[in-house]
C-alpha cells in the first residue's frame, strides 16, 4: 500500500498503541527525520526502532521485577549480610546475579 508521508504519521500512533509498542510510539518521528536526513535505508531505520523498543522492554521488565519483590530500595548484594544466613554461600549466590 502506498501512502504519503504525512497519511503515515497519521496513522501510526494508532497502529503502535494497537500493538503495544509503546518506546517505538515515542521515537519513531525523531528517528524518521533522522533517517530521512541521513538516507538510511529501511532496514536500518526498523532496526533502529525495534532495539529501542527491546531495551524498554528489558528495562520495564526488571523494574517490574524489582517493584513485584517487595525488597526495600536500594537493596543489593552489596549490602546483603551474609554472615546473617550462613547457609548463604556468597559465591555461590553472586554466581546467580
Known amino acids: 500500500m502506498t501512502r504519503t508521508k504525512d497519511q503515515a504519521a497519521a496513522v501510526l500512533p494508532t497502529l503502535l498503541k494497537a500493538l503495544r509498542l509503546p518506546s517505538i510510539n515515542r521515537n519513531w518521528k525523531r528517528l524518521t527525520d ?45 549490602t546483603f549480610d551474609f554472615d546473617a544466613a550462613p547457609g548463604i554461600r556468597k559465591p555461590h549466590l553472586l554466581s546467580l546475579a
Not at 36 to 42: F, K, T, V
Not at 46 to 66: G, K, P, T, V, Y
Open 34 to 78: 533522522t533517517a530521512d536526513l541521513d538516507g538510511w535505508p529501511a532496514a536500518n531505520l526498523l532496526a533502529s526502532l525495534l532495539e529501542i523498543e527491546m531495551a524498554d522492554r528489558s528495562s520495564r521488565r526488571i523494574q517490574r521485577h524489582r517493584d513485584q519483590s517487595g525488597l526495600p530500595a536500594g537493596k543489593t548484594f552489596a
